[in-house]
Nanobody, 120 residues
Framework: QVQLVESGGNLVQPGGSLRLSCAAS????????MGWYRRAPGKERELVAS???????TYADSVKGRSTISRDNARNTVYLQMSSLNSEATAVYYC??????????????WGQGTQVIVSS
């Protein structure tokens, strides 16, 4: 199994910055794709950003230029640096990884979510 521990969610003022972290642990053999999703109040969950093990990144149009996703493969950790935050960023952010473990074929795993609130 794979456990994901997210951190970094907080209350931040409009225009502020925040960095989310997600550390994966367990019987991990490899992690191919890591990403962040979010679910805003009353909306469906959506992709924010993702990064492959080769470093290829994908961003939602709404965060392009204001967010950076990165990963530390040695620590099985993915980060999301967000800046110039506005109220539209208010959501629960979920970490997602596509991993292969020593006992299981590649599968998708989700974190519990971390709350981001952008408000003055």
């Amino acid at each position: 199994q794979v456990q994901l521990v997210e951190s970094g969610g907080n209350l931040v003022q409009p225009g502020g910055s925040l960095r989310l972290s997600c550390a994966a642990s367990g019987s991990i053999f490899s992690i191919s794709r890591m990403g962040w999703y979010r679910r805003a109040p009353g909306k469906e969950r959506e992709l924010v950003a993702s990064i492959t093990n080769g470093g290829t990144t994908t961003y939602a149009d709404s965060v392009k230029g204001r967010s950076t996703i990165s990963r530390d493969n040695a620590r099985n950790t993915v980060y999301l640096q967000m800046s110039s935050l506005n109220s539209e960023a208010t959501a629960v952010y979920y970490c997602n990884v596509y991993a292969t473990t020593w006992v299981r074929n590649p599968d998708s795993y989700w974190g519990q979510g971390t709350q981001v609130i952008v408000s003055s």
